[in-house]
């Protein structure tokens, strides 16, 4: 019971997880060893100035040092709990029936939810190291590292202007940033039609299609998490996926938990993660 139960809650969290699953299948996550570390750290760098053109190697060239600073990002546990009453539990052995477990798929579909929304929007939660340090979880739209970019109504403009406002977003990204991609574009779900709809009057291919042809665009990915136009939106992400720019630190993959109430009338459970993105710097949003 108890395995059928885990596989089943754990599928049905997955099938929420966007933006977490792109950073597992690029191999960026960073295990921080567990439960017991609250937060990940790391060191950062600043980059040097440009290498000296001489003619002899003895020529006497400008040197210089990297500053060093730390970094770090706390480690919450996202969980939604959920019962299952004894007596349910019997009468489900008894007559042989699996479990109704549409709450605890619920619960499951819920971690996954604000796992998206925290990889977009971040949180509130903040740990501080000293008096004058502060970590907090950042997501790709509120991290103060971000670079901006003003877009139109993607699900009213034609698909020439989306494609052309999608290339301004890489040069900005090339130019001021030096992320050269590939990038994955992340859009909320009031865009994903016009996305299926023809680039442009009398065309044989998609606007997908022609996006994708850029080599600089990796893939466009729906993020039911981010704002569209009826929200507050819309908010559109694009994102290098590279060890250099966003990571997850994880102290528990999905999991499920299970103890009984006192009396033993009542069996309780929880779905539950402690993982968070680790984003360095600028990794990309437009609003």
């Known amino acids: ?33 567990g439960l017991g570390v609250l937060v990940s750290e790391w060191e950062t760098g600043s980059e040097i100035t440009d290498a000296g053109i001489t003619m002899d190697g003895e020529t006497v060239t400008e040197e210089d040092r990297q500053e060093f600073g ?7 546990v996202i969980q939604k709990r959920f019962r299952i009453g004894e007596r349910v539990l019997m009468a489900s052995r008894m007559r ?19 796992s998206e929304n925290m990889m977009f929007y971040g ?13 907090q979880v950042y997501g790709y739209t509120t991290h103060p590292d971000k670079a901006t970019f003003t877009i139109s109504d993607w699900s009213l403009a034609p698909g020439t202007t989306v494609l052309s406002e999608i290339l301004q ?30 680039f442009k009057a009398d065309s044989d291919k998609s606007l997908r299609q022609r ?13 039911d998490a981010l704002k569209g136009t009826s929200n507050g939106g819309p908010d559109v992400v694009m994102v290098e996926l ?46």
């Open 242 to 287: 590279s060890r250099g720019t966003v990571d997850l630190a994880v102290g528990s993959d999905l999991a499920t938990t299970q103890w009984s109430s006192g009396s033993g009338w009542t069996n309780y459970f929880q779905v539950f993660t402690a993982w968070a993105p680790r984003i360095r710097s600028n990794t990309w949003s437009s609003r």
């Open 211 to 223: 996006v994708l042809e850029d080599p600089r665009i990796s893939d466009i990915r729906v993020a």
């Open 123 to 135: 949180t509130t939660i903040g740990v501080t190291r000293s008096r004058e340090k502060v970590y």
């Open 96 to 114: 042989g029936a699996a479990l109704d477990l549409t709450t605890g798929n619920e619960a499951a579909r819920a971690v996954a939810r604000t």
């Open 1 to 33: 019971e108890w395995i059928e139960l885990e596989a089943q809650l754990l599928e049905s969290a997955r099938e929420r997880l966007v933006s977490v699953d792109d950073l597992r299948n690029a191999g960026l996550v960073h295990p921080v060893g």
């Open 169 to 198: 977003m890489i040069t900005v990204m090339e130019r001021d940033h030096r992320h050269f991609g590939p990038f994955v574009l992340y859009i909320p779900a009031d865009f994903s039609a016009k996305f299926a709809e023809d």
């Open 70 to 76: 730390l970094e770090g990002t706390p480690i919450p």
